[in-house]
């Protein structure tokens, strides 16, 4: 990423939005502010909690409800900055989701990086009746990202969004086509400086913040550091080496793990689940609401029954609907021992870091539509990750990757039980392995708030008042092409991969494909099979492949071209050349340039079909 | 007796009525205390200065007088001007918190309630509901800070000029300022009010709408 270039309006502040599966949280700091250490704050967002009441809240809900004609009035939905606002965003719609889940569009981030679904579809409310009003993944995200500039705007009238040094969080699994979306979401904000960042990276930045300059006492050069982030609905993993350029330590993140879709809400729902069958043994009944009742229970219990040795057991009340409460209440406990034996045990078990997830089992709770992660236990994920990136590091002889420090970010880890049971399997691996030294746990950051916090230090520290962790591709990139070789009959050509785009390639650079032509047909769509791969380091542009490990490149979905072009005539074949550059938002953008003029043309990297 | 906001995150673990109806009778002196002084701007800033009971007892007394004194006094530090569509939460304020509290706490289903056949049990785990959610809409619109600092049962200093509406003095109050005495309640102040807005038309007496399920 290049540095800021003068001629610009200089932003004021820098803002860091956590754009959450389940809630989004936006942070700032001044930028125009002196001294060492730049205070950051938390925005709070104006928002309607109920019909016709607007409220502050450090979080907003990522949640739409499409309310029915009849079921709210018009002038009960107006904003601070909209009195003619009809959109319901943000609490209102998680409440009234509650009791009416047909109408409310949740998950919109997880469908952004579904494979098999257009992400412009108007798809959500997923598998809701016809007559619901359905609108797309990134309509949705537009939506949150609306509100939140909206509300910024509204209370900062002298500097608006547009003009502010914006940072926008996703996940590090995240492929090139939900970078691009996710972009494409924040579009109608026309922010003159936008940078999308990885979550994990954010928890270390915030870490970073969060030391001063003491960071440096804390590792060391030729550290590794493993950065656990667990969400609402996803695990993300990243590693983070510690290096020395000029004379000062540096970071660079070195790997990324892949799509989990398996967090936090898993845990609760699994609890939940598990009170349900014991009501069920009781002779008790229950309704999906009621469910929904005992899920919110289950996570204030969990953390209490995780983090005070003194409970024993936390009672869970599920109030009746009608208005006699003392009647149709029903009442049970949650135990020590069950949130164990379903937390610890079933997401964390102490797995050796050989055993891989499974792939075909399926004991994770989990909705129609997305797919979530088939094996519950976060452990062999992050066995798996450490394996599969073992070349990550050079120095790192070995058949995994052995971190010396390691980070835990996600409202998961307030339970200090799961912190410490996890660091002790990691040092577990690392002792089996003969590693003489137990990874250090890095602390200090806000479980909660550490994304947001992570991404406004991020903008930051991009003006120079901070340390940088430097990042480039997670992957190297690849089309596939058809072998030339004499036609078999009943069999396809083989395909061969060329790559484009080689790992580490940074934002704000560019690299052309010399190596290979493609003849395009003008005014037709022209698909390539795309792939991606976080383990071949070496290849560079050109790299042809005619062989490779199935798990060493995963392919994404297909990228798509139409040729279309007012100098040439439908049919025709044109010689173009593809090039690849990493955008300075940090969204990448491949380009079919014709070979024998300047023409170019844009590849859709997000048609899914 | 006393009626303070500790006794919230104190409820008791087993079933009591008596601590929900005490518990109860709180959140109505505070409502009470929203509607005396609704008529003026009460903005995010601040500022609602709730006169809270402070018993000093003066040395030696044994008979504590007991005083339920709740007065309201609200002062505009700053008013900050609302755009179009929302209105002040002025009187509406109390049912306001009415309706916040039937939402997560079903309060008023359970003062409503007839509580004569039902078992304690029932009602510690009706207690369990009320004390939860209203917990949450006190910790999420109000913010209280205690108006002494010292240690209760402590030997405590009462300068001159204090603010009788923030330190009561009890007992043998006799002499002039400043006064020596134990600290016996050391108050709450609510140092901040950010209730949500309200639209325009909203009618606030809807505490809760009637539920009907297709």
């Not at chain 1, 062999?380 to 970010?409: C, M, R, W, Y």
């Given at each position: 990423m290049s540095d800021i270039t003068t001629n610009e309006i200089a932003a004021k502040y820098s803002i860091g939005i956590d754009l959450g599966t389940t809630h989004c949280v936006l942070s700032y700091i001044d930028l125009e502010q002196e001294g060492d250490k730049a205070v950051k704050q938390l925005f709070a967002i104006p928002q309607l909690s109920a019909p016709g009441s607007v409220t502050e809240k450090h979080q907003l809900p990522s949640f739409v409800y499409q309310a029915h004609e009849d079921e709210i009035s018009k002038d009960q939905t107006p904003l601070p900055w909209n009195a003619e606002n009809t959109a319901l965003v943000g609490d209102v719609a998680r409440n009234l989701g509650l009791k009416t889940p047909i109408r409310l569009v949740s998950s919109a981030k997880s469908w952004l990086s579904h494979a098999t679904v257009?992400?412009?579809?108007?798809?959500?409310?997923?598998?809701?009746?016809?007559?619901?009003?359905?609108?797309?993944?990134?309509?949705?995200?537009?939506?949150?990202?609306?509100?939140?500039?909206?509300?910024?705007?509204?209370?900062?009238?002298?500097?608006?969004?547009?003009?502010?040094?914006?940072?926008?969080?996703?996940?590090?699994?995240?492929?090139?086509?939900?970078?691009?979306?996710?972009?494409?979401?924040?579009q109608e904000l026309n922010l003159k400086h936008l940078n999308l960042l990885e979550e994990p990276q954010a928890a270390v930045y915030s870490w970073l913040e969060a030391c001063g300059d003491e960071w440096r006492d804390q590792v060391n050069v030729g550290d590794t550091i493993l950065v656990v982030d667990i969400g609402g609905g996803t695990t993300d993993l990243s590693l983070i080496s510690v290096e020395e350029s000029e004379g000062n330590l540096t970071l660079s993140r070195v790997a990324v793990g892949e799509h989990i879709l398996l967090g936090g809400d898993n845990m609760d729902l699994a609890l939940a689940y598990r009170l349900k069958m014991k009501l069920m043994q009781e002779g008790k009944q229950l309704q999906p609401w009621q469910i929904q009742a005992i899920t919110h229970a289950c996570r204030d219990a969990k953390e209490k029954l995780l983090s005070d040795g003194d409970v024993d057991a936390m009672p869970i009340v599920i109030p009746s609907r009608g208005s006699k409460l003392i009647a149709g209440t029903m009442q049970t406990e949650l135990t020590r021992d069950e949130v164990k034996q379903t937390i610890l045990d079933g997401f964390f078990p102490a797995t050796a870091v050989t055993e891989m997830p499974q792939q075909n089992t399926r004991t994770a709770l989990t909705q129609i539509g997305l797919p979530y992660a088939q094996d519950?236990?976060?452990?062999?994920?992050?066995?798996?990750?450490?394996?599969?990136?073992?070349?990550?590091?050079?120095?790192?002889?070995?058949?995994?990757?052995?971190?010396?420090?390691?980070?835990?970010?996600?409202?998961?880890?307030?339970?200090?039980?799961?912190?410490?049971?996890?660091?002790?399997?990691?040092?577990?691996?690392?002792?089996?392995?003969?590693?003489?030294?137990?990874?250090?746990?890095?602390?200090?950051?806000?479980?909660?708030?550490?994304?947001?916090?992570?991404?406004?230090?991020?903008?930051?520290?991009?003006?120079?008042?901070?340390?940088?962790?430097?990042?480039?591709?997670?992957?190297?990139?690849?089309?596939?092409?058809?072998?030339?070789?004499?036609?078999?009959?009943?069999?396809?050509?083989?395909?061969?991969?060329?790559?484009?785009?080689?790992?580490?390639?940074?934002?704000?650079?560019?690299?052309?494909?010399?190596?290979?032509?493609?003849?395009?047909?003008?005014?037709?769509?022209?698909?390539?099979?795309?792939?991606?791969?976080?383990?071949?380091?070496?290849?560079?542009?050109?790299?042809?492949?005619?062989?490779?490990?199935?798990?060493?490149?995963?392919?994404?979905?297909?990228?798509?071209?139409?040729?279309?072009?007012?100098?040439?005539?439908?049919?025709?074949?044109?010689?173009?050349?593809?090039?690849?550059?990493?955008?300075?938002?940090?969204?990448?953008?491949?380009?079919?340039?014709?070979?024998?003029?300047?023409?170019?043309?844009?590849?859709?990297?997000?048609?899914?079909? | 007796m006393n009626f303070d906001l500790t006794n919230i995150s104190e409820l008791p673990t087993g079933p009591d009525a008596a601590h929900v109806a005490l518990f109860a009778l709180t959140l109505i002196l505070l409502l009470i205390t929203l509607v005396r002084g609704g008529k003026k701007t009460i903005e995010i800033e601040k500022i609602v200065e709730?006169?809270?009971?402070?018993?000093?007892?003066?040395?030696?007394?044994?008979?504590?007088?007991?005083?339920?004194?709740?007065?309201?006094?609200?002062?505009?530090?700053?008013?900050?001007?609302?755009?179009?569509?929302?209105?002040?939460?002025?009187?509406?304020?109390?049912?306001?918190?009415?309706?916040?509290?039937?939402?997560?706490?079903?309060?008023?289903?359970?003062?409503?309630?007839?509580?004569?056949?039902?078992?304690?049990?029932?009602?510690?785990?009706?207690?369990?509901?009320?004390?939860?959610?209203?917990?949450?809409?006190?910790?999420?619109?109000?913010?209280?800070?205690?108006?002494?600092?010292?240690?209760?049962?402590?030997?405590?200093?009462?300068?001159?000029?204090f603010n009788p509406s923030e330190v009561k003095l009890i007992g043998n109050v006799l002499g002039s300022a400043p006064y020596r005495g134990i600290l016996v309640h050391a108050g709450w102040k609510i140092s901040s009010v950010n209730l949500p807005k309200l639209a325009q038309g909203h009618n606030a007496n809807i505490v809760a709408a009637a539920e009907v399920e297709l």
């Open positions: 257009s992400p412009h579809d108007a798809i959500l409310p997923f598998s809701s009746p016809e007559e619901v009003e359905k609108i797309s993944p990134v309509t949705a995200t537009a939506q949150y990202l609306n509100h939140l500039a909206e509300a910024w705007n509204n209370a900062h009238p002298d500097s608006p969004i547009a003009e502010q040094d914006v940072t926008i969080t996703i996940p590090a699994s995240f492929d090139p086509a939900a970078r691009n979306l996710t972009a494409q979401a924040a519950a236990a976060i452990t062999k994920h992050i066995a798996h990750f450490l394996n599969k990136q073992h070349d990550a590091i050079e120095s790192d002889a070995g058949d995994f990757i052995k971190p010396t420090a390691v980070l835990f970010n996600g409202g998961v880890f307030k339970s200090d039980a799961i912190s410490s049971k996890l660091i002790d399997i990691i040092n577990d691996w690392l002792i089996t392995a003969d590693v003489e030294e137990e990874a250090k746990l890095l602390t200090g950051i806000d479980l909660d708030l550490a994304v947001a916090n992570g991404a406004c230090y991020h903008g930051y520290a991009k003006y120079g008042k901070g340390v940088r962790i430097k990042g480039g591709l997670a992957s190297s990139y690849y089309v596939g092409v058809e072998s030339s070789m004499p036609a078999i009959p009943g069999f396809e050509p083989p395909l061969e991969a060329v790559c484009i785009a080689p790992f580490g390639l940074e934002e704000g650079s560019n690299v052309d494909v010399a190596t290979h032509q493609f003849g395009l047909v003008v005014g037709q769509p022209v698909k390539f099979k795309f792939f991606g791969s976080t383990v071949r380091r070496e290849d560079v542009v050109g790299t042809h492949l005619d062989f490779w490990q199935p798990e060493d490149l995963e392919q994404l979905p297909d990228i798509e071209v139409t040729l279309d072009s007012a100098n040439r005539n439908s049919g025709d074949v044109v010689p173009v050349s593809l090039s690849v550059t990493v955008t300075e938002v940090g969204t990448l953008k491949v380009e079919a340039i014709a070979s024998d003029s300047d023409e170019a043309w844009e590849i859709e990297l997000t048609v899914r079909q | 709730k006169e809270v009971e402070v018993k000093v007892e003066v040395e030696k007394i044994v008979e504590v007088i007991k005083h339920v004194d709740v007065e309201k006094i609200v002062e505009v530090e700053k008013i900050v001007e609302i755009k179009a569509p929302l209105q002040e939460a002025s009187p509406a304020a109390a049912c306001q918190l009415l309706s916040l509290l039937q939402n997560e706490a079903r309060f008023v289903d359970f003062i409503q309630e007839d509580l004569t056949g039902a078992t304690d049990e029932q009602i510690g785990a009706a207690a369990r509901i009320i004390h939860t959610g209203s917990k949450k809409v006190i910790n999420e619109y109000f913010s209280f800070t205690p108006i002494r600092s010292e240690e209760e049962e402590s030997q405590v200093t009462v300068a001159e000029g």
